[in-house]
């Protein structure tokens, strides 16, 4: 995320942080109970994964400082590389993290980053987890 916004600033371009959920089709009749009743498993996994990825901008606007970017935030069912192919139709720019595990997980890329590298349509930077400026 640090890396995006930074990269939004020096741009003087906005910003479209998306995260991607999934799970199986045949869990979204399940209900999952709220204050107010209850809700299918799809909203509250749109609802969840929306609040963590407005967490992680919150706390990489307080890191990166600076020039304030106009930033739209999308939660999407799919496949990740999927929706961040899709989201990046009109970007300049995909930035995607790449967390692998272990150390020789650390010398590769993920699969969804391998498969945003290799069928973007723009260039992508991948900024690997646990190093300074690593998406959150």
Request: proline content about 4%.
């Amino acid at each position: 995320m640090r890396f995006a916004l930074q990269e939004a600033q020096l741009r003087q371009t906005g910003l479209r942080a998306v995260c991607a959920y999934d799970f199986t089709s045949r869990y979204s009749a399940l209900l999952w109970p709220d204050a107010a009743g209850f809700h299918d498993l799809d909203t509250q996994l749109r609802d969840t994964t929306w609040e963590a990825v407005n967490k992680a901008l919150d706390e990489a606007r307080k890191q990166v400082g600076g020039a304030s970017v106009e930033i739209e935030i999308r939660a999407e069912k799919g496949r990740p590389s999927q929706v961040l192919l899709d989201a990046s139709e009109d970007a300049c720019i995909v930035v995607v993290g790449s967390r692998g595990s272990g150390a020789w997980g650390r010398l590769t890329l993920g699969s969804t980053s391998t498969e945003v590298v290799h069928n973007a349509q723009l260039p992508v930077v991948v900024v690997p987890g646990g190093q300074p400026g690593a998406p959150s």
